[in-house]
């Protein structure tokens, strides 16, 4: 590498040099290989907009570097930094799919061997709550006994039978009190 008048290092013979001039090299031949490096990454990913994000971000570390050691072939050193951020983006892919069945592990369980979801979406969340609401409300409205029942069989998950041994009372007296709170919850 030879030194210029202004001691600033200057290509020789197909190397590209330090500072600003070998920044600036690199992005010129950047731009002269930016549609063959992107076939590379398009042959590599199957993706045109992974591509293009890829040279993207390679144009702005370009940018933004600063070289301290002489890069001797521009081209291949942009082979590299290509390569390196693909591979870097899939890294990335892997992990992300990693924490997302992580994720899917903690917030699902098992029916019948398929995945079910745990984790309740708010807005159904917040109208069964004014759901249930809405009902306690209406349960004030009802006879005591007929209250009782029904609580007991909806909320605390009595059979029948046991509301009917609970209050001694029959079955069909459990039933009867059941369809008047469920008509009138229905009708108001």
């Known amino acids: 590498m030879a030194k210029g008048t202004e001691g600033h290092a200057v290509p020789v ?3 590209v040099c330090l500072g600003e001039r070998t920044k600036s090299a ?3 031949t950047y731009m002269e290989k930016r549609a063959e490096l992107r076939r590379f ?4 990913f199957r993706d045109e907009t992974i591509a293009d994000d890829i040279l993207q971000e390679m144009f702005l570390k370009l940018e933004r570097s600063s070289f301290d050691k002489p890069i001797t072939n521009a081209t291949a050193f942009l082979y ?3 390569n390196n951020l693909a591979l870097d983006l899939r890294k990335q892919a892997i992990r992300q ?23 309740v979406d708010v807005t159904v969340s917040i109208d ?44 069909s007296t459990v039933e009867k009190h059941m369809s008047k709170a469920m008509k009138y ?3 108001h």
Do not use: N
């Open 26 to 28: 690199l992005i010129e």
């Open 185 to 187: 919850i229905v009708l």
């Open 13 to 15: 013979a197909g190397s």
């Open 128 to 171: 069964a709550q004014k759901k249930v609401d809405r009902i306690v409300a209406l349960l004030d409205d009802l006879p005591p006994q007929c209250r009782r029942v029904f609580v007991a069989h909806k909320f605390e998950g009595l059979s029948h039978r046991e509301v009917a041994e609970r209050f001694e009372i029959s079955r």
């Open 80 to 82: 590299r930094v290509a």
């Open 97 to 119: 799919k990693g924490r997302e069945k992580d994720w899917g592990e903690t917030s699902t369980h098992q029916v019948s061997g398929e995945p079910v979801d745990d984790s």
């Open 41 to 44: 990454l398009v042959a590599r």
